[in-house]
């Protein structure tokens, strides 16, 4: 279990499978959050399923002494040199104490030893958003033109890393 970046004490991050019971059920309610938030056809938050896919590694943030499951999140090859994060997701009674922000560390640094390039992603414009939007740009991220299957809409937004070598 080797972590890219460092993680808190109280944390353990590492490859997990969407497929297990508390994962599925935080999966859930990731999904039910977008769909509440968003018009279907702007909902790009991932199934099980979707983040089982070999270009996709997933990823959740437990407690070290317990497994509790507190967040998960997801990093996309897009190319060689361009990865996207994906599924980012605190369980509700545990946001505001970094899980968030050292689940976006641990995935930055798997970008970055793969060497990707750039790192980007899509996220939605209501205030609901607002949190993650304020976490991705205090890690240095900007808003970008869409990417990959985005498109130009009032509901989305996408921001773009470039990765330092």
């Not at 983040?51 to 070290?64: D, K």
């Not at 997701?89 to 970008?111: D, S």
Request: glycine content about 8%; proline content about 8%.
């Amino acid at each position: 279990m080797n972590s890219p970046s460092p993680t808190p004490p109280s944390l353990v991050i590492d490859v997990d499978d969407p497929h297990d019971p508390d994962v599925s059920a935080l999966l859930h309610d990731h999904l039910g959050f977008a769909r509440a938030e968003s018009p279907p056809e702007h909902v790009h938050a991932l199934p099980a399923e979707r983040l089982s896919e070999p270009e996709v590694t997933f990823i959740s943030a437990r407690e070290a002494d317990g497994g509790a499951l507190l967040g998960v999140g997801a990093l996309k090859q897009l190319s060689p040199t361009h990865g996207e994060i994906k599924s980012m997701h605190t369980r509700a009674g545990v946001r505001g104490r970094g899980v968030a922000k050292a689940v976006l560390v641990h995935l930055l640094g798997m970008a970055r030893e793969r060497g990707y390039e750039r790192v980007s992603l899509e996220t939605g414009t209501t205030e609901a958003f607002a949190p993650a939007r304020a976490l991705y740009a205090s890690a240095g991220f900007v808003r970008c033109p869409p990417f990959a299957q985005y498109t130009d809409n009032e509901f989305s937004v996408c921001m773009t890393l470039a990765l330092e070598r």
